[in-house]
């Protein structure tokens, strides 16, 4: 294998590690945005993981298949909105709680499906285009989620800052009471955006079953949800740069696997870990209510609205 070989397959490795990650950051992002902090992203995660896996396997539908995942986490998300939002439950504990439902429910539904393997994505080869060298295979011949995920970047980064509905969002994540003193719904815009949140991390799982890696393993998201609950604050709660930061991250999951194929003397388990303690060491460095407040966070985060107030 040569140099341009290399290259090739340490970039096309890299986008499949970093498209689930940027579906789950880039939904979470909403959800912060709005003034919910949810840390159920990983349970959300592995459900969309092991429904869009089975409904592939058992119906050989692609679009069924993803079309299953966003929903699956969309309705672990209702679980979290409607105890969060109406029974005014705390964000984080419900978070861990679902995180650790979804883990379990995930184990029991797929048991069945263990040892099972599943055909991937089709790539959307583009004539011509992805006959050029290097960057033909990189960018012109990826499967449609890679693009998707492009597009909900573009998205959210507009709606957030050009649409007058992603201005109401941003102002009831900044300040809900007042949001509330002029006549918006807090519970509904927030409800909303929980189970888009929902519905963007069940299809990062759903990536990951059905492209990253095609067949099922218990556990398989295997923290990504923590990892993009910190590309949020990483990213200061910006969508291009949480997009970008996901591939940052994607980038050092899988350079472990470079580093030994060029014969660097570097333990696999350092390199394994890396993505992780990068993540301990931003949510550390984020508690601090100080560096908050630098980073621009939503001033009503984690805060629960309460109409009577």
């Known amino acids: 294998m040569d140099g341009t070989d290399i290259v090739v397959s340490a970039a096309l490795t890299i986008i499949t590690a970093a498209t689930p990650l940027a579906f789950a950051a880039l939904g979470e992002l909403v959800v912060e945005k709005a003034g919910v902090l949810n840390l159920g992203v990983e349970g959300m995660m592995i459900i969309g993981a ?45 978070g861990l709680a679902l995180t650790i439902f979804g883990l379990g429910l995930s184990a029991l539904v797929g ?32 499967d449609a989620m890679v693009y998707l995920s492009v597009v909900m970047a573009a998205a959210i980064a507009w709606f957030l800052k050009k649409s007058r509905a992603g201005l109401i969002l941003r102002a009831v994540g ?25 519905a963007m991390a069940g299809l990062g ?19 990504r949800g923590w990892i993009a609950l910190a590309l949020v604050v990483f990213a200061a709660w910006r969508p291009w740069r949480a997009f970008f930061g996901a591939y940052l991250f994607g980038g050092i999951t899988i350079i ?26 931003v949510l550390v460095f984020i508690s601090r209510g100080s560096v908050r407040q630098r980073l621009s966070a939503p001033g009503s985060l984690g805060k629960s609205f309460y109409a009577a107030s």
């Open 50 to 94: 092991i429904t869009a896996f089975a409904t592939g396997v058992t119906t050989d539908s692609a679009i069924l298949a993803i079309v299953v995942g966003a929903l699956s986490g969309a309705a672990i998300a209702i679980i979290f909105g409607f105890l969060v939002l109406i029974m005014m439950s705390n964000q984080v504990a419900t």
């Open 111 to 142: 048991h069945g499906f263990v040892g099972k393997t599943y055909a991937g994505l089709p790539k959307l080869d583009i004539p011509f285009l992805s006959d050029i060298p290097i960057i033909g295979n990189i960018i012109f011949g990826q």
């Open 174 to 198: 900044e300040s809900h009471d007042a949001a509330h003193a002029i006549g918006y719904s807090v519970i509904r815009i927030r409800f909303v955006a929980i189970l888009f949140g929902g």
């Open 205 to 223: 799982g759903a990536y990951l079953s059905l492209a990253y890696t095609p067949l099922w393993v218990e556990n398989m998201t295997a923290g």
């Open 256 to 281: 472990q696997l470079h580093i030994q194929g060029v014969g660097l003397a570097v333990p696999s388990q350092l390199l394994s870990m890396l993505p992780y303690l990068v993540t301990i060491m």
